[in-house]
């Protein structure tokens, strides 16, 4: 144990001159006031030496107090060699500029460096290890933390891109064609872009500013896109609105078929927000809100609880419901609450099947009020508050005249109705047989699919622990082959185990993965076929790169594997991007097999230190070679 002051045996004097030092902090404080001579009279010191070593504790106290953290770093006057190596440096750099324009520019406060000029600085600084890194920073007019964290990522063991010198891209580039002025633009725009490292805004402004041509974004863009030099990329297109489907449902009349679904509601109680799920159930011939259930989460329990109110409400049952495909929509539980009403599963993909519900909802995020409780409450108080919300609205929404119906409301369509016996034997017979159609088309898919991967995927959802009541789902997944359900499933375990599957996912978000790498894959082997038939034909876009990689050829192999990586994440093309891992993966296998794993990593460790490629796109190049190297079929 420490000992304290009081216990150690300090000499009179030293003590004295402690509490003479301590006498204005403990006056200031109100702990205590003593007067020297009490101090020195209570100790037994002398008050010249006393008073001598409390001056000297005050200066050494001083010493004592220092800032927090590392002393902040300064750049001193270099000497002579370092200053020439310095100006040496600046000077290389701008010859690099010079010769890659775009490699580093600013626009506004943002500044754009190119991986091309990162890989040069960081060549530069191992070449002159005698030389400070805030030196090299202030020479370069580079933030000191980004030049530390690009030597960072270099001491990780990332491979530097080799830059080829200029008789090396002059052999590689297409021989320009002569023709009138608008021409020269075009190939002044296409000699420019070949060499460019910035963005294409910033490109567009240099060629209208430094070089004279009269051309706008889109003019360029078409040039680039024409050549095949640049792909714009293009926003998703808006799905149809479907104006044929719409009153296309088949409905029958008044407590045929009601329509289920659950949304997220979110009650703001006390500055806090509590998440709470509220099922609706719907009838889709009068479009009449007759179940309502408000609880913690979507699960089974608030399906039977909803059709339970609904049947409350509307003194009857109806034939059918219609859910999405949510597994706990299909549980043994919700089948047996709801008998002998037919639960029927919603149409996959197409959210107008269940039109009634979606639209009651976005009826109620326009039309209700912010849920903001105020007072001291519990959650319990803010669900039954938000159920009595939903109630008021959508009983009120119930009597509301519609004019696409003669002015009656949903609650007068719904209780007017009077379905002779016949119609109701019929729409009976139109339900089951819409049930039989689809368990018979799922009964016989999975009679078609592989034994083997039903077991795989046996096995594979009881470790994931992930429910399928249904068995939908499961035979969704093994549509696909076994090489994209083993990815899927990597990828799904993968994500569990480091913590980024987002909440409340379920087998569909399995199947969301498997689908796209399917879908990758497809277009894969699409783009195989066209390259192949594009060799045949002589193509010359194919040709091109064809001779560029063959141009390559003398070069190192490393060298080599991370150049034609660069050349994949840089291109805007799916084919080129397709040829260039396809090359790099060549080059892996020209390694010996004991140093093909090293190779590979050194591929990938490339891949995803290139930060401005989308993540995706940086997992998809790693998959694409790691695939060609070591097949599994």
Known sequence: MTASISDLELPANLVAALLLLARPHLRALDLATLSAATVLEATGAAKSRAYELAAALRGQLDELVAPVGRPPASVGEPCPERADALRELTRRTLEHLLAHPGAAQRTGAKTHYDDGFRDFVVAQCEAHPELEVAAIA????????TLRDWLRAARAGVEQARVLDSSERDSIRDEPSSGSVSALHIETVLAQWSSWRGTFCGFCEHIRTHHGVPFGRTAIASILEHAGKRRPSKRRGRSPDEAALRGAFESFFPGAVWVGDGCELVVELEGQRFALNLELIVDAHSGAFVGIDV???????????????????????????????????????????????????????????????????????QHAPPLRIEGATTKQRARSLSELAARLFFGALNMRPRAGRKGLSRIELYRDAQPTTAQVEDAKAALQARLDKQLAAKRTQRARQDPVKRAYLDDALAQLELSD????????????????????IAIFTGKRNAGTLPGGVDIRYLLGIVRNIAHQREGLAIATALWDERIEARDIVFRSLTNERDALEHVD??????????????????????????????????????????????AARRIHTSYRVPYEQRLYAARVIARKVLPLA
Not at 138 to 145: C, D, F, K, V
Not at 474 to 483: F, N, V
Not at 573 to 586: G, I, P
């Open 138 to 145: 202030e020479a370069l007019m580079l933030p000191i933390t």
């Open 295 to 365: 609880r913690d989460h979507e699960d089974a329990d608030a399906v039977i609880q909803s059709f339970e109110d609904a049947k409350q409400t509307t003194s009857t049952n109806s034939l059918a419901l219609l859910l999405d495909n949510k597994p706990c929509n299909h549980a043994p539980a919700v089948h047996e609450a709801t008998e002998p009403t037919l639960v029927i599963p919603a149409t996959t993909g197409r959210p107008q099947n269940k039109a009634h519900v979606e639209g009651a909802f976005g009826l109620f995020s």
């Open 469 to 488: 009541p249904t068995g939908s789902f499961q035979s969704a997944i093994a549509r696909y082959t076994l090489d994209d359900i083993t990815n899927g």
């Open 557 to 602: 192999l490393n060298a080599r594997l991370v150049d034609f990586v660069d050349r994949a994440l840089v291109t805007d093309r799916e084919l080129e991007r397709y040829f260039w891992l396809d090359s790099a993966a060549k080059v892996v296998l020209e390694h010996p097999p004991e140093q093909r794993r090293a190779a590979f990593e050194r």
